[in-house]
């Protein structure tokens, strides 16, 4: 490792701590969610500075070089200390998430004690007596040559060379290991009937960004499925998830059963985490309707999930009735949580009260 | 990385060229490195190893983003020590790589001859391989958080230093420290008025004004052995000798010093340092590296060295350009008295005395002279309207950046205070045992620019965590003379109702 490195990681601490204490704004904002490419996500914080006694701004004014009359603009931003500068940190998802939950004091997700789908990994760590050259042993090789080359008494220590010979050399290889892996997979629900605003859904989409977050650094191989319902539910893609807007009624109970078949159909229980989330304004068409959605979870969701959550966004149009409903029916399960978001600020708290049972 | 066999034969050519041209330098080792190994020696400000810190790793990556954005890369890099090493970077030309190693001889030249950087420590690879060394040491022993912790608070009082105290003898540096009660001590000076009866005592010598007269004198006796006896700008040392520190931490403090104190000529001379190294290789490539096949890629790169930018001041260019203009005085004897007062315009366009004493001039020039004298000594009215220099501003109605005046008699002024102090505020500690309860009290000696009032509220806390005690700086805002404080939990500000005395 360079010394750099050293530096550097220290730096780095620095600028978690910093998006540590700003997370708040960051998750509240939306910031980060444009900014992410790939595995990367780069986060604007104000530059970094060792205090020192220094002038300021000098009034705005010094001493410059170059064409013009007295009056004219000088075109560019003038002088070094011009401007505060922004530093633009860039932070991996799995960093991101681990602050998430250093912050929100989230624990581990344990998976469930099922079947696990069961991975090759390949691990170097055995050695061959054939194999390509770029993954000769060198070390094991020249050993061998001096045994043989010892024994044969044509070693001279005054004049030490050793001549490998094909007998002598030794290769990496790999063997093959199979481990338990856990996968997960999120089925967000979004209510996006006429009472559903612009506003609500930011906040949806923000919270299933840090969720989404959370959960994939928690397990190796994450697959995440959309559906949205109006009277009527269909699975979407992720942009349509965020974008769609429809307006008509609501009937919850449509895109449980959807969800249902997904779970069904591409994600057996037996080899699944399966965490479902649930966005609305808490308005269902009936009470009819209401007492299908409680059997479907109490039948087929809450068995086949590690945890069904329900975030209730305050809407100007929303009764909010959903969630007193479900408190009522499934108050003090372990298997589903509910939430209430007031506005962009409850997204934190909504996000710990999904995650804090670690399952 | 070594040369290759061509570089090789370009650097020995570059050095008889040198030398031929009358520079005098130590030897001067090239090391051809990649991108990569240059933004991270040069985060390092040119040193292999230095300590741990993390403003090195944040301008590492600032280096990187810059590089890989192609927003600036970094041409030549040279550091002044004995042998001076300098750095190449691997994907320059070949005709670039001349022109660097010109370059670097010019600055090792100066390093040696300038006296400002007399002083500088030229072993400083190895003290700062040491620092790097103690520093670990104590990472090991304290943990690497509270070292780091510390190390900021230090490193926020690096400019409270005396520069100036490295070229002139400042009294021995101990204060005369003998205790006294002065209360005593006054008391027996008081004086009495002899009484014939003792009945009249009280009246001849009233028993309050004796009072009042031994405070007085007490009060003077206290005035007279203030610590520190003189107002000081080194505060740093200062601290190292009265601050409350352990071993560990008095070690990084020291370090911080001494490293402050090294580079500190280097920020005095930014202007002449690089003018003259401009100069340099300027006259080395043109008269004897550069191929016919080069030139105009030369010419290219070195109008591109020298580009101004609105509302800057390229240091490489003013220093050339000053140099320049000095040679061609002196060469024409355009100085002196007779110059000076010569009013007609055609005589002082034909004037040539035929001195030609221009070299010469330069070369003493680079031997004498900061960036401060340098100009106040050589910036003629004349060199400001040709160089096209220009006060810039806010204009009160826009509040656009707008040229306000191209007056060389208001020009000179505004740059000169610009580089006075190197940029830095004045700051002197003048007592360290304000209201006798051993506060700190430092003054901002102000030119009228403010001090930036949140850096300065940090910094306080800064000296806060060496010094243990409260704090205060006096500075002028608008002014007035105005008290910033920190005493462990509060900032404080108070307007000491009187106006700020200003230096000019």
Redesign the interface.
């Known amino acids: 490792m360079r010394r750099i490195d050293t530096d550097e990681s220290r730096f780095r601490r620095i600028v978690r701590g910093q998006i540590r204490k700003n997370l708040r704004r960051y998750v509240s904002q939306g910031e980060l969610l444009t900014r992410q490419g790939g595995r990367v996500v780069s986060v604007p914080m104000p530059e970094i500075h060792l205090p020192r006694f220094t002038f300021g701004d000098r009034g705005g004014s010094g001493v410059g070089q170059g064409d013009g009359q007295p009056g004219e603009g000088v075109g560019a931003e003038p002088g070094e200390e011009a401007g505060e500068h922004e530093l633009e940190a860039e932070v991996t998802m799995e960093e991101l998430a681990q602050i998430l939950g250093e912050e929100l004091e989230l624990p581990r997700i344990q998976p469930r004690g099922r079947q696990n789908v069961v991975t090759d990994v390949r691990r170097y760590r055995d050695i061959r007596r054939v194999g390509p050259h770029s993954l000769r042993h060198f070390k094991r090789t020249f050993r061998n040559a001096l045994r043989r080359q010892i024994g044969e008494g044509t070693y001279d220590p005054r004049h030490p060379v050793i001549l490998p010979r094909a007998e002598d050399e030794r290769f990496r290889s790999f063997d093959v290991t199979p481990v338990p892996e856990s996968s997960a997979a999120i089925l967000y629900m979004m209510d996006v009937s006429g009472s559903m605003g612009a506003e609500q859904k930011e906040i949806v989409r923000n919270t299933a960004f840090w969720l989404d977050a959370w959960i994939r650094s928690q397990y190796r191989n994450v697959s995440t499925r959309y559906v949205v319902h109006d009277a009527a539910a269909r699975e979407v893609d992720r942009h349509n998830f965020f974008h769609l807007k429809e307006s008509g009624g609501t009937k919850i109970s449509s895109a449980y059963r959807l969800v249902n078949d997904i779970i069904d159909h591409d994600y057996p229980p037996d080899q699944w985490n399966v965490y479902c989330f649930q966005f609305s304004d808490g308005d269902n068409w009936s009470g009819g309707d209401t007492t299908e959605c409680l059997r479907l979870l109490d039948e087929q969701l809450l068995p086949k999930s590690n945890q069904f959550a329900y975030g209730q966004v305050k809407s100007a149009y929303g009764s909010g009735q959903f969630k007193h409903d479900l408190d009522q029916r499934f108050g003090g399960d372990e298997r589903l949580v509910t939430s209430d978001i007031q506005d962009r600020n409850g997204i934190l708290d909504c996000i710990r009260d999904f995650l804090r049972r670690g399952r | 990385m070594t040369l290759t066999p061509e570089l090789v034969r370009c650097a020995q050519e570059a050095h008889d060229a040198a030398l031929a041209f009358g520079l005098d330098f130590p030897e001067v080792v090239f090391e051809l490195v990649d991108p990569d190994e240059m933004n991270?020696i040069a985060?390092?400000g040119g040193f292999p190893?230095r300590y741990?810190?993390?403003?090195?790793?944040?301008e590492?990556?600032r280096l990187q983003?810059s590089y890989e954005y192609g927003l600036g890369k970094i041409y030549e890099l040279v550091i002044n020590n004995d042998p001076c090493y300098a750095y190449l970077m691997r994907t320059n030309t070949v005709m670039e790589q001349k022109l660097v190693m010109a370059h670097v001889y010019g600055h090792a030249d100066f390093f040696r001859n300038n006296a400002w950087f007399a002083p500088t420590d030229r072993k400083m690879i190895d003290v700062m391989a040491n620092h790097g060394t103690r520093v670990r040491r104590h990472v090991d022993r304290q943990g690497?958080d509270r070292v780091?912790t510390f190390l900021?608070a230090c490193?926020?009082l690096?400019?409270?230093i005396d520069p100036l105290g490295m070229y002139v003898r400042r009294g021995d540096g101990e204060e005369p420290a003998p205790e006294l009660d002065e209360e005593r001590l006054a008391a027996g000076r008081v004086r009495r008025f002899p009484v014939a009866h003792p009945y009249m005592e009280p009246f001849i010598n009233p028993k309050a004004e004796l009072e009042r007269e031994q405070k007085e004198i007490a009060e003077r006796l206290r005035e007279r052995r203030r610590v520190p006896p003189e107002p000081t700008r080194d505060v740093l040392a200062f601290l190292l000798r009265h601050a409350p520190l352990a071993d560990w931490q008095a070690d990084c403090l020291d370090i911080v010093r001494e490293e402050a104190y090294y580079f500190a000529p280097q920020a005095m001379t930014k202007i002449v340092n690089e003018g003259w190294a401009s100069f340099v290789h300027s006259r080395l490539m043109t008269t004897k590296l550069v191929t016919g096949a080069e030139i105009v890629d030369y010419a290219d790169k070195h109008a591109a060295t020298l580009a101004?930018?609105?509302?800057?001041?390229?240091p490489y260019?003013?220093g050339f350009e000053l140099l320049r203009d000095i040679e061609e005085r002196w060469n024409c004897g355009r100085h002196g008295r007779a110059w000076e007062e010569c009013g007609d315009a055609e005589e002082r366009r034909r004037w040539d005395t035929g001195a030609a004493d221009g070299l010469r001039k330069v070369f003493e020039v680079r031997r004498v002279h900061n960036d401060q004298t340098f100009l106040d000594a050589f910036l003629t009215p004349d060199f400001i309207d040709r160089?096209?220099?220009?006060?810039?501003?806010?204009?009160p109605r826009t509040g656009?950046?707008?040229?306000?005046?191209?007056d060389p008699a208001t020009?000179k002024p505004?740059?000169l205070q610009?580089f006075t102090n190197m940029?830095?505020?004045v700051?002197e500690l003048v007592d360290a045992n304000h209201r006798n309860r051993g506060e700190l009290y430092l003054v901002?000696r102000s030119d009228g620019?403010?001090?930036?009032?949140?850096?300065?509220?940090?910094?306080l806390r800064?000296l806060h965590t060496l010094w243990t005690r409260p704090v205060h700086?006096e500075v002028a805002i608008e002014g007035k003379a105005v008290l910033w404080s920190f005493d462990g939990k509060d900032e404080g500000t108070r307007d000491l109702g009187r106006a700020a005395e200003l230096v000019h």
């Open positions: 991270m985060a390092y190893v741990p810190h993390w403003r090195f790793g944040m590492y990556r983003k690497a780091e900021d490193l926020s690096e400019n409270l101004t930018q609105p509302g800057r001041i390229n260019r003013l160089q096209r220099l220009y006060i810039y501003g806010r204009d656009e950046t707008v040229i306000l005046d191209r020009v505004k740059l610009q940029g830095q505020p700051i901002h620019t403010d001090l930036r009032e949140d850096f300065a509220r940090q910094t800064a700086i």
